[in-house]
């Protein structure tokens, strides 16, 4: 626009800034939409992930219950291999790392990570009851007798 | 008896509250003119009582008095008094009084030193603000009431979650209190000027300083709690994009939008409908934070003090305050009348691309915080992370960004591109020149890449404002601008230089082993136990080296509270001029094959090199700041103007009386 060119009539800049930030926002409402689409991590219990696996290296989030008898920490000293189970599957998982100090045997985990080819669960992190007010949600989730359930059946 | 005492002040509050929306409301009617008076006072009254149950509510806690339910769920005799003080605001009940205690403080502000706007638009909005605060009352007097007592009184409290005891956590809350709240302002503000079609220059100079206000302790709350984030939980991450950090991201978006579009506003009278409808979406933000994060229905590594049925209360008040805004803004946005025009190329255009740009990024995080319940009602549980939020909301950062480098120089209403030849030739030059040299470092990711190359273009077109200017003359408001923009390029430094630059090491370490992270050489020198005055340790010395200087010793530790039973690691942190050695220490390697020949044991270690990381938090104390410089130069400003009217006043009443 040169100098000389008049502005907008007030009523058409109104009209061509809401069209502005409609647009804007439109923009990211789609490009948010179709981004969540491909970027948001799926929750998956065991019997789920072997049934209906995703894709290899994909992030997804897996919930169940930490089998007894399974912890074996490697040589290395800080990672772990362990099987979680939810009574009708059992997927085996690794994790490098610190462990939340509420993972134990027998009770309920969250493992945010990737499946390998081998079909190993590679964890980056644990979501572990962290204390009596946190609980991650997906376990909560799990009825009372659900888990009981588990847990006597990974015994 | 103080219990009953907070109780019976805050009962009265809301009382005066109701007074202050009723008495507000009748006075814009033809015949209720004299009941504007009641209106400030009441208002004033209102935050005093509010802060007096805040402070029966500490006293209690001080005290330890066990008869009280919030203090016994949430306090031990034995805490150190600053924690048994923290944890007056540290659980759902008292976090909430710590919330009217805030609007009731900053409407008794309002009521008190606000004179520029006329009056009835000034009735309007402590209505407005009575309107919101007595909902939140209604919530804490029925649903949440600090003040329940317990009979019997238990021997001996629950104690406060070991995570929450820590210093900075002390005053992280309050702080991000008093930005939520403080935007319950500007709400009210927006409110009122749509009730009585008051939105001008007027309107939004008076509404700025309040708005700055909270958004600096906005700005330094996200800060503090991004840094809390980062040595408490250990996990050397300093944003998760977690709900509760998306809820007070959510708010300073939106009230960064505002401040800027009240300063077109303001300057120009120009975006007046536009910046109404950001006073609504602000608070409400603040609104829909607070509803995620109380309730519980979203996740998160720090959710405390969560009750689902809370969330209901919230939800209600929340589709009340906010619908009853939209559907006000819906009625009037027709009648407030177009603002000032301007071109493409001016200062207002500039500022109104920023606007829609922060707007955007607040529909994103909005989305995708939102975006797990969506997925979760249709039978799918999902949850969003980093890969969403990063790039997608880089979309839109970085031509922000990028506007953000010429934007300050343009001329308001009409420029020409010719003249910033050279502003606009520098930024560009230095974006090549750091372009090119990262990527010759290589084996840096896009994301880091691209803010490693924004971030001196930044800095350097920060301060270019100040070229050719008196620095003496250059008003406040100016230099606390070029401050937060020059903090954004500081903090967008230590953002990228962490996630391209960061070591890490993970070991199982026996005491006397070394491992190297970075240039750092760091030894295990022995593990001890250590205690406290509520928990146990274990705990790593560590020597570490840089690049084969002098050891500096470091204490990571494994901590046992026991009241309420429970382990945390406490990361142990050096910092250099140049970057940051975090630390943290796990648990000591179970199984026989650890067991070393002498039998001492192995210990978890996680080491990482950190350069540039403290970058981020000076940033975001910059930014601070600089609202702060801004904040003293306009309320500075609108004194002298003050002054200066009531001179102008005075004089020409002198010569009304000599003349005329």
């Not at chain 1, 065991?46 to 994909?58: H, I, K, Y």
């Not at chain 1, 990672?79 to 490098?96: E, L, N, Q, W, Y």
Request: glycine share 10%.
């Amino acid at each position: 626009m040169t100098p000389a060119a008049p502005p907008l009539k007030a009523k058409h800049q109104r009209l061509v800034l809401l069209a502005i930030a409609m647009v804007a926002l439109i923009g990211a409402a789609i490009l948010a939409v179709w981004a969540l689409r491909s970027q948001a991590s799926y929750f998956y219990v065991p019997s789920d992930l072997v049934a209906n696996p995703p894709e290899t290296g994909r992030a997804v989030r897996l919930g169940g219950m930490v089998e007894k008898g399974s912890m074996k920490t490697a040589a290395d000293g800080v990672t772990v291999d362990f099987i979680v189970g939810d009574g009708k599957a059992r997927v085996p998982v690794r994790f490098s790392g610190i462990r939340p100090e509420l993972f134990v045997e027998g009770s309920g985990v969250v493992a945010e990570g990737h499946l390998e080819p081998g079909g190993t669960f590679i964890a980056d992190n644990l979501l572990a009851k962290h204390d009596e007010k946190y609980v991650p949600r997906e376990l909560k989730d799990m009825s009372d007798a659900q888990a009981r359930k588990t847990v006597a059946e990974t015994k | 008896m103080i219990a009953e005492f907070g109780l019976a002040a805050l009962w009265l509050a809301a009382a005066l509250a109701a007074l202050q929306l009723l008495a507000g409301a009748l006075a814009l009617t033809p015949n209720g003119g004299r009941l504007a008076a009641v209106v400030r006072p009441a208002a004033v009254v209102q935050g005093l009582l509010c802060a007096t149950a805040f402070a029966a509510l500490i006293w209690l806690f001080a005290q330890t008095d066990l008869s009280v339910k919030l203090v016994a769920e949430n306090s031990h005799s034995a805490k150190p008094l600053i924690y048994k003080l923290a944890g007056t605001w540290g659980n759902h009940e008292g976090s909430m009084l710590l919330w009217v205690t805030v609007m009731g403080l900053a409407g008794a502000g309002v009521a008190l030193v606000e004179r520029r706007l006329p009056e009835p638009t000034m009735l309007a909005t402590l209505a407005g603000q009575a309107f919101v605060s007595l909902g939140f009352y209604a919530f804490l007097l029925f649903s949440s009431n600090p003040f329940t007592r317990l009979d019997p009184a238990p021997p001996e409290g629950n104690g406060l979650n070991p995570l929450l005891q820590d210093p900075g956590l002390a005053f992280h809350p309050p702080t991000l209190y008093l930005g939520y709240v403080g935007l319950s302002i500007a709400f009210s503000f927006a409110i009122g000027a749509l009730i009585t079609r008051e939105v001008g220059p007027a309107f939004a100079r008076a509404m700025r300083p309040w708005v700055l206000g909270a958004w600096i302790f906005l700005t330094l709350g996200i800060t503090a709690g991004s840094y809390w984030a980062y040595y408490v939980l250990g996990w050397g991450g300093w944003w998760f994009w977690d709900p509760v950090e998306n809820a007070s991201l959510m708010p300073w978006l939106a009230a960064t939008a505002l401040l800027h579009s009240a300063s077109v506003l303001a300057a120009r009278d120009a975006l007046r409908a536009w910046t109404v409808m950001l006073g609504v979406v602000a608070f409400s933000m603040s609104m829909v934070g607070t509803f995620l994060v109380r309730s519980g229905i979203l996740t998160s590594v720090h959710a405390f003090a969560v009750d689902p049925k809370r969330g209901t209360f919230i939800l209600a008040l929340l589709a009340i305050n906010i619908g009853s805004a939209l559907a006000l803004f819906g009625l009037r946005a027709g009648t407030v009348t177009e603002g000032e025009r301007f071109s493409v190329k001016s200062r207002e255009a500039a500022l109104v691309f920023n606007n829609v740009m922060l707007s955007a990024i607040l529909g994103i995080v909005l989305i995708g915080t939102l975006y797990p319940l969506v997925t979760e009602a249709m039978g799918e549980k999902v949850s969003v992370g980093p890969p969403y939020f990063n790039p997608v909301s880089a979309v839109f950062a970085v031509p922000m960004l990028l506007v953000l480098m010429v934007g300050p120089m343009l001329r308001w209403r009409r420029d020409w591109m010719a003249r910033h030849k050279r502003a606009i030739l520098i930024p560009l030059g230095l974006i090549a020149v750091s372009a090119v040299a990262f990527l010759f470092v290589g084996q840096i990711g896009l994301m880091p890449l691209i803010g490693l190359t924004l971030a001196p273009a930044l800095a350097v077109a920060s301060v270019l404002p100040l070229k050719h200017r008196k620095l003496r003359l250059v008003p406040l408001a100016t230099w606390g601008m070029v401050v937060a923009h020059f903090g954004v390029a500081v903090a967008l430094a230590g953002m990228a230089c962490d996630s391209a630059f960061s070591r890490q090491h993970l070991i199982a370490a026996r005491p006397g082993d070394t491992a190297t992270v970075g240039p750092w050489t760091i030894r295990l020198a022995r593990v001890s136990p250590v205690a406290g005055p509520n928990w146990t340790a274990m705990e790593g010395e560590l020597e570490a080296s840089y690049a084969g200087g002098a050891p500096v010793l470091l204490r990571p530790q494994s901590r046992n509270f026991w009241a309420p039973p429970q382990n945390t690691t406490v990361s142990a942190l050096h910092t250099r001029w140049n970057g940051q050695l975090y630390t943290v220490m796990g648990d000591e390697v179970q199984g026989t094959q650890s067991t070393g020949p002498d039998g001492t044991g192995r210990w978890q270690l996680r080491l990482w090199w950190k350069p540039f990381v403290p970058l981020i938090w000076y940033g975001g104390g910059l930014i601070a700041l600089g609202g702060l410089l801004a904040l003293i130069g306009r309320v500075a400003d609108d004194l002298r103007r003050i002054r200066v009217k009531a001179k102008v006043a005075y004089r020409r009443e002198q010569q009304g009386r000599g003349g005329a």
